[in-house]
């Protein structure tokens, strides 16, 4: 078992606070790396230690992997959490990591590499016989993307075979499309993984996105905490999640579960991950997508249901110990929903509104919990993700928890920059949310069309 005692930090913003409250819970001191615009950050004042990184943009300061080790190294710390985003799905890193004598909080390398490249993981979805959305293999010319739109047929999606997030991701309705969407989807992919690299998948009209999260161990241990809905996007970014997911019946949800707990068996898999599916509600079928093969954004619905603290496991299970927790002591109570709060203009096309915070008037009480770096008087930088807090409530039904979250949005108030709080409770208060009628396109197609007509 490897002696941990100090966990470097290597993110900002919740998910940095996040960590070090789970690091404190088990008794470990936590040193952060932060860049120049982060230093009076809460995470910089919770831990332990704080210790700077570079320059404010991510690329001089959270994404140059040697320069991470070389402070975790030397501020002795036994182990590197690496949050989400940034580092947290580059092999290099986690190898870097290990070879310099730190424990990576995540899966191995190997694992990272088989499940982090989307066409990787969907070809061991099909050796092990996981149902996958009907597409094609790499595409490199733009001769070999035209034959195989002709053999999918329109409308499909073109994706980025790396990363995720949405980014190089195109749906295309018909020829005419295809080469100006196949154009910025590569450029898009080089720009954001270094990898130009396209595929075509077969486009869903009435799809739900839903996950379904793992926990794994270095001693075989493997469970499932049950799936995620997390259909309310806008160009493929999540907005709103909710566990479990409405609407789905209960033999496709354990055949959805054993189909995640398979891919993870298969690649030897240890740590949180979640893995993703796409299921068509007009088929009633679903289809692996992808494997994020770190901690999600939205691990905290799942918390909520299952009382299951995620980032604790992944620290025990990085100190070699095995998971706390077996399959059959998860109980499933009740429905949480997630709101991201995002420092974002929802009137003016969700344009980022960096500024400072003037007002910060959280809701509080039983069921309600904010996952935040956020205070009265924070600046909110102009060079990261615009998410500012994640507001998460649980309920006994879906009914309570939605009126719950309704509440909670009402009593939330944020003044200085512009936010997405009013789109939330726009949505929560809609006939479809409450119907569980969402799909990964009502957003964009139903939604907020609605309200351009409205205007």
């Known amino acids: 078992m490897t002696v941990l005692k100090r966990v470097f930090v290597a993110n900002r913003g919740e998910v940095a606070v996040r960590i070090i409250r789970a690091c404190k819970a088990l008794g470990l001191e936590t040193v952060i790396g932060v860049s120049e615009a982060d230093r009076e950050s809460l995470g910089a004042r919770l831990a ?208 959805m579960a054993e189909a995640a707990l398979a891919l993870a068996h298969e690649v030897g898999y240890s740590s949180a991950g979640t893995v993703e599916f796409v299921y068509d509600m007009d088929a009633g079928r679903f289809y692996f997508l992808e494997m994020n093969t770190r901690l999600q954004v939205e691990h905290p619905v799942t918390e909520m249901i299952t009382g299951i603290d995620i980032v604790q496991e992944q620290l025990r299970v990085a100190a070699g110990e095995r998971l706390s927790v077996r399959q059959d002591e998860v109980a499933i109570r009740g429905h949480a929903i997630e709101c991201r709060i995002n420092a974002e203009d929802p009137a003016n096309a969700f344009a980022p509104s960096p500024g400072r915070v003037t007002r910060w008037a959280p809701p509080v009480g039983a069921n309600v919990r904010l996952d935040t770096h956020c205070a009265q008087g924070y600046f909110v930088p102009p060079f990261y993700d615009s998410m500012i807090g994640k507001l998460v409530v649980r309920g006994d039904s879906r009914a309570q928890a939605t009126e719950r979250m309704a509440a909670a949005l009402a009593g939330f108030v944020v003044e200085g920059v512009k936010t997405t709080i009013p789109f939330h409770r726009e949505v929560l208060g809609h006939k479809d949310f409450r119907e569980a009628r969402i799909t990964t396109r009502w957003v964009e197609g139903d939604f907020l069309r609605g309200q351009a007509r409205a205007a």
């Open 48 to 255: 332990d230690r704080a210790i700077c990184i570079g320059p404010a943009p991510a690329s001089e300061s959270y994404l140059r992997a040697e320069i991470l080790i070389t402070a975790a190294r030397g501020t002795g710390c036994q182990a590197v959490h690496p949050g989400y985003g940034f580092l947290s799905e580059r092999p290099h890193f986690q190898r870097l990591c290990t070879e310099s004598g730190l424990t990576f909080v995540g899966p191995s390398a190997e694992a990272i590499e088989a499940m982090g490249n989307k066409l990787s993981a969907i070809r061991i979805a099909k050796r092990i016989g996981v149902p996958t959305v009907p597409g094609s293999a790499a595409l490199d010319s733009e001769s070999d993307v035209q034959a195989a739109a002709s053999a999918i047929g329109y409308p499909f999606l073109l994706k980025a075979s790396a990363g995720g997030g949405g980014r190089g991701m195109r749906i295309v309705g018909s020829p005419n499309e295809l080469a100006p969407a196949l154009a910025s989807a590569r450029a898009e992919a080089q720009a954001a993984f270094g990898d130009p690299t396209v595929f075509l998948e077969k486009f869903i009209k009435r799809a739900k996105h839903v996950e379904i999260q793992v926990l794994g161990d270095l001693h075989g241990g493997l469970i499932q905490l049950a799936e995620r809905d997390c259909s309310v996007q806008r160009r493929h970014q999540k907005l709103i999640e909710e566990a479990p997911c409405p609407l789905i019946e209960p033999a496709v949800r354990t055949q």
